[in-house]
């Protein structure tokens, strides 16, 4: 992938469009990047990233902090890219988050994310997602990949190199994909934890099973580790039990058979007895109700003779009603008709009388309305007079209320520089003091170490520094010199006085450059509004003149609120005029029917009124209503008479029927009991009594063998049943935790390795083996990076940590002993064999370009001299290789340039120099 134009707009510190020609810079070699403090440099960087992958290079920044702060409000932010790949160029355009201006009206809208790959064949694909995952499967790497081979970043190159295992295996995780092996420890460590689950369920299973094992009073069953001998013994004592319910079994067999004997003597002594009862019940029955029988004779043949006295009479009164009763329908019809008509006259009255009064309010609707349509006419014109002065006021008040937001924003950012000033040279004080004592320890400490050596010299022998056989002059001990440990303390200071010195001084600057920005905006925003340019006064001018813009807004719309009401008003009166007349019309058309209708009611009634008197004569009662009285009346006499006839009858014959069932049974009952036997009745009952209580007793002792047998069968077969899978898991967890505990690097007295770390141990060394090619040019042959092999400590991972050894003196050294200059160094050539080995896993990934983001700084002139070279090497197969750096050396010794200038107003600028 190689990059051919960048375009930015309003993006970062750039506030308008900007438009880097890469094809400029040629098809490989080195270019620097260069400019001031915050001027945008890593923004390049943040861009080609942003336009590939939707992300900034570096975690630090987000993508809704792209928008730039410069840029004006109508300016769209997004980033273009143009890069060639497989010799065919691609067309990238990506847009972030943003507000801007709405298209119509004042308000502010969200600009949504969105992203378009334009690919040679002239197809588009679209969307975030889509674009992001389109360029990964085209390139062949994902953001974290590309980052870690293309994008070399100070800060995490330096993590890679004295990260410690666990961190250093996270990333390798992410790069070489080794997750699968971490997933295969997870599993067979989950597996292991499942089978000593099932395990454990089976365990307390069987021990609930022996809690569950009944034995009889006093019996002991001895417990044991094996299950084949707790199941011998469980078995023999249910075989004991099962024995002996048998013979209950047949105690009771002999009980019941005797017991079932004495039952039936006893029904049969106990019938005898009942029927002496019953006959003693029947001859009481018999003689109470004699004289009941007697009585219901008398009141049957007393209602026998009314019914036939008195029951033709009244059927005859009852069919003379009946064949009269049509004429008393038809004299009915005719008096509802009438009173119909009669109601249908005084509705249609009451309908005339309401729509003439409808009709004299319309009336005064209309012609008031007229009045008020006519007056109202001007009103819609000066509303939208009033709209439009508002809307210019508006736009005036948030002119001025930004332009005092900018003002306090001003002062408190002037607050900010002064005391970032402060900080800056209180802190670079301290910096000079740091450096003049570590450079007297430092000096120390290296005449301390030439005095050792010369105190080992001896005549005739070779010195291990200069080779020389002779030491006229040789280096004495230095008194009071600082150790090695001592010295790295300080070295450290003085590299964290530097870096926080220099993070002062990007502030300051930062806070400057953005003072002087806002400070031009206030100015010329300022003019625009009030005409002044004094700073002293624009507060004071912007207050006072927004208070008068707001005193006449509110003018003006107490006026539109009186307006849209009148507005409101008329429309009403439009709408609702022609409604009225029509109703007008419609309600008079409706009084002429309602008066029609009143003149055809009032003959009708008068017709009916003469029909009424001729059907008046043929009643005999005077209204249907007494004639159905009268019928009601008579019909219900007939019924009674009836009723009361049959009800007697029927008592009487019960009675007679009762008496005589009883009189049979008395007959029968003294027939049996004079030919039953006599037995002794007490005697049975206490013989039956002492059967049932030793029955009582058999069958008690019997449900306990029985439940206490059910009990331990159930337990003996829950265990027989566990007691495979019980040795089957035994075994099996033995090999799986064992397994488990290989692959985590948990085994007892060896290094903490785990199978994934293993994996990537063999990708650390092939990187090593490719950044020492690097690193031992870089540093003239003193340095090689190595693998640490022996763990610090038996408790925490270890395989990924690094050592270094010293070619000077043969020495081998933990990587963070290292300089500042020399981890660079390190960490670059570390960066570089990661990228070559990224490169080779990945296969057929066409990578033609690289950056390399600030470290040069703490290099000494060979040192600076050996990083070129080893770069200028690394761009010479087809790659070319940009580097941000401020260092003044770079400049004169890389031709091709990118430089970036903050501008005082309107962000920053970018220029090819080639």
């Known amino acids: 992938m190689l990059p051919k134009k960048l375009v930015m707009s309003a993006f970062g510190p750039y506030a308008g469009e900007v438009d880097i020609d890469f094809s400029k810079l040629g098809k490989k070699g080195i270019y620097l990047i260069s400019g001031d403090t915050g001027a945008g440099k890593t923004t390049i960087f ?12 570096g975690p630090v920044r987000e993508t809704n902090m792209f928008r730039s702060k410069y840029a004006s409000t109508d300016t769209q932010t997004y980033v273009e890219l143009i890069f060639c790949y497989g010799n065919r160029d691609y067309r990238l355009r990506r847009n972030p988050e943003y507000e801007r201006p709405a298209k119509r009206g004042s308000k502010i809208v969200v600009e949504k994310p969105a992203a378009e790959l334009f690919l040679p064949d002239g197809e588009i694909v679209s969307g975030v997602k889509e674009v992001t995952q389109a360029v990964a499967e085209l390139i062949g790497l994902d953001r974290a990949q590309f980052t870690q081979i293309a994008m070399i970043a100070q800060g995490d190159f330096l993590r ?29 460590k989950k597996e292991a934890e499942e089978t000593a689950k ?50 209950i079994s047949k105690k009771i067999a002999d009980n019941e058979e005797k017991l079932a004997q004495n039952n039936s003597q006893l029904g049969y002594a106990a019938s005898m007895e009942k029927i002496k009862q019953e006959m003693a019940l029947c001859k009481t029955e018999i003689e109470k109700n004699i004289p009941f029988a007697q009585q219901l004779e008398k009141n049957y043949k ?4 009314r019914y036939d006295k008195e029951y033709a009479a009244a059927i005859e009164v009852i069919a003379g009603i009946k064949d009269n009763m049509g004429t008393y329908d038809e004299y009915d019809a005719v008096l509802v008709q009438e009173k119909e008509y009669v109601s249908q006259l005084a509705v249609m009255a009451q309908k005339e009388e309401a729509e003439c009064r409808q009709l004299k309010i319309l009336s005064k609707q209309i012609e008031e309305g007229k009045k008020q349509q006519s007056l109202l006419q001007e009103a819609m014109l000066k509303k939208e007079q009033c709209r439009h002065r508002e809307g210019i006021l508006q736009k005036q008040l948030e002119d001025l209320q930004e332009l005092l937001v900018n003002t306090a924003d001003y002062n408190a ?5 002064k005391k970032a000033c402060e900080a800056y040279k209180a802190e670079q004080g301290s910096q000079k003091v740091i450096h003049a004592e570590c450079d007297k320890m430092e000096k120390a400490y290296l005449d301390e170490q030439a005095g050792i050596i010369a105190s080992a010299l001896q005549d005739g022998r070779p010195c291990p520094v200069c080779g020389s056989v002779q030491h006229p002059q040789p280096a004495v001990l230095v008194e009071n010199a600082p150790d090695k440990e001592q010295l790295d303390i300080i070295k450290k200071k003085r590299q964290m006085a530097d870096k926080k010195v220099s993070e002062l001084s990007m502030r300051a600057g930062d806070l400057k450059g953005q003072l002087s920005a806002l400070d031009g905006q206030i100015i010329k925003k300022a003019e625009q509004l009030l005409g002044c340019r004094e700073r002293g006064r624009i507060k004071e001018q912007a207050a006072e003149s927004q208070k008068n813009a707001d005193r006449e807004r509110t003018v003006i719309r107490q006026e539109m609120d009186k307006l849209q009401k009148e507005v409101l008003l008329k429309e009403k009166l439009d709408r609702e005029l022609p409604l009225l007349s029509g109703k007008y019309d419609d309600i008079g058309e409706k009084a002429k029917e309602y008066q029609q209708k009143k003149a055809v009611l009032a003959a009708n009634i008068e017709n009916i009124g003469e029909k009424k008197t001729e059907k008046a004569k043929l009643l005999t009662y005077k ?39 009883e009189k049979a049974k008395f007959t029968v009952l003294r027939g049996q009991l ?58 099996q967890y033995i090999w799986q935790l064992d397994l488990a505990q290989t692959v985590a690097g948990m085994q007892s007295g060896k290094s903490k390795i785990t199978l994934e770390t293993y994996i990537q141990m063999q990708y650390f060394d092939r990187i090593i083996e490719r950044a020492n090619t690097r690193f031992m040019v870089m540093s003239a042959g003193q340095y090689e990076l190595i693998r640490k092999t022996a763990a610090q400590d038996m408790r925490s991972q270890s ?10 003196n043969g020495s081998r050294r933990s990587i963070k002993t290292l300089s500042g200059g020399e981890a660079f160094k390190a960490s670059l050539s570390l960066a570089l064999g990661l990228s070559d080995e990224i490169q080779s896993s990945a296969g057929g990934i066409q990578l033609d370009t690289m950056f390399v983001d600030e470290g040069f700084g703490s290099l000494d002139e060979e040192s600076l001299e050996h990083a070129v070279s080893v770069l200028n090497t690394l761009a010479q197969g087809n790659k070319l290789i940009g580097i941000i750096s401020h260092v003044g050396e770079l400049k004169q010794r890389i031709d091709k340039q990118i430089k970036v200038s903050k501008m005082p107003y309107g962000g920053s600028r970018a220029e090819v120099i080639n």
């Open 46 to 57: 943040d861009a080609l990233v942003y336009a590939l992958y939707g992300e900034a290079s």
């Open 160 to 188: 890679l190199l004295l990260s410690p295992t666990k961190e250093r295996s996270d990333i390798f995780r992410k790069i070489f994909n080794t997750g699968l092996y971490r997933f295969l420890q997870e599993k067979l």
């Open 198 to 247: 099932k395990l454990e369920s089976i365990k307390r299973d069987i021990e609930h099973d022996k809690k569950n094992i009944q034995l009889a009073e006093n019996a002991v069953l001895e417990d044991s580790p094996l299950l084949s001998e707790l199941i011998s013994k469980i078995s023999e004592y249910t075989n004991k039990d099962r024995k002996t319910a048998e013979q």
């Open 302 to 305: 007393e209602a026998k003779e």
């Open 413 to 417: 950012l002037l607050n900010r520089y």
């Open 623 to 661: 209204d249907k209503t007494e004639a159905v009285k009268m019928l009601e009346n008579k019909e219900m006499h007939a019924v009674l008479l009836e009723k009361q006839m049959n009800e007697a009858q029927k008592k009487f014959a019960e009675k007679e029927n009762f008496l005589s069932s």
């Open 674 to 731: 004079e030919k039953s036997s006599t037995l002794d009745l007490e005697k049975l009952k206490s013989m039956r009594a002492s059967l049932t209580q030793a029955k009582k007793e058999l069958t008690e002792n019997q449900q306990l063998i029985h439940i206490r047998m059910a009990a331990n069968e159930k337990a003996l077969k829950d265990i027989i049943e566990q007691k495979d899978s019980y040795e089957e898991l035994t075994e």
């Open 799 to 808: 395989g990924l940590e690094l050592d270094v050894i010293d070619h000077y």
